[in-house]
């Protein structure tokens, strides 16, 4: 079973605040792990990835951070502004995998900052 | 750099016709991989192309749908004949050669068959 999963469909927080956005994983194999942003009417965007050796990664205001033992990951946006309102997308190759183009996607988790 | 160019954006259709969906990837990468988003299923891999060669097409639902990339710049997308179910939005993305480089998306191309 190959699964990424996002619980939470949509997330509302007030502007300056911090962004938790969650993503869960049913194999253990899964090595590398991505976030991707989505804009209405554009395709998805690269955000930040982790590969299975960390347990944290960090690009400005964004941190993903991984929990191997409960197969959860997290997105963290810190702070919050209104242009960072989109559909964020968790995903990771299938284990076996040759390159990290072929994903296995989360349906998705509409996050809005409100001014 | 252009980014990955689909066409049409939008392709409106009757049942039983035929779609050809087009790609232009990002130049000098050498993956090129189509994607489809519904509600019901989310966002799906349906083939990927390396150097121009079909690498894994399990994703394509079925023999309805094809697709070829005959050079590095240009990729197509066809289903024939369409179905009403075929209704999405249809993403081509690139991506240069390493493990890790990420999916450069284009904006899509949005199905509608009635």
């Known amino acids: 079973d190959q699964q990424v999963k996002q619980n939470s469909p949509s997330l509302s927080v007030q502007e300056g605040r911090i962004s938790i956005l969650n993503c869960d994983y049913t194999n253990s194999m899964f090595d590398y792990f991505l976030w991707y942003k989505k804009y209405p009417a554009e395709g998805p965007t690269f955000l930040i990835s982790?590969?299975?050796?960390?347990d944290k990664n960090e690009d400005g205001r964004f941190t993903v951070f991984l929990n191997k033992s409960a197969k959860h990951l997290s997105l963290h946006i810190v702070p919050s502004q209104p242009g960072d309102s989109a559909v964020y997308f968790c995903?990771?190759?299938?284990?076996?995998?040759?390159?990290?183009?072929?994903?296995?996607f989360g349906q998705g988790t509409t996050l809005q900052v409100k001014p | 750099d252009a980014g990955v160019i689909q066409s049409p954006r939008h392709e409106v259709t009757e049942m039983g016709q035929e779609v050809t969906l087009r790609c232009k990837p990002i130049s000098g990468h050498d993956y090129l991989f189509w994607y489809r988003q519904t509600m019901m299923r989310g966002l799906e891999l349906l083939i990927y192309f390396n150097n121009n060669v079909p690498i894994d097409d399990s994703g394509m639902p079925e023999d309805r749908f094809s697709a070829k990339m005959p050079n590095a710049s240009f990729s197509t997308l066809k289903i024939q004949p369409s179905e009403p179910r075929d209704s999405a939005v249809y993403f081509c993305?690139?991506?240069?050669?390493?493990?890790?480089?990420?999916?450069?998306f284009g904006n899509g191309t949005r199905l509608t068959v009635t």
């Open positions: 995903a990771a190759p299938p284990f076996g995998s040759s390159n990290t183009g072929k994903l296995i």
């Open positions: 982790i590969s299975s050796i960390k």
């Open positions: 993305a690139s991506s240069g050669g390493s493990y890790n480089s990420p999916l450069h």
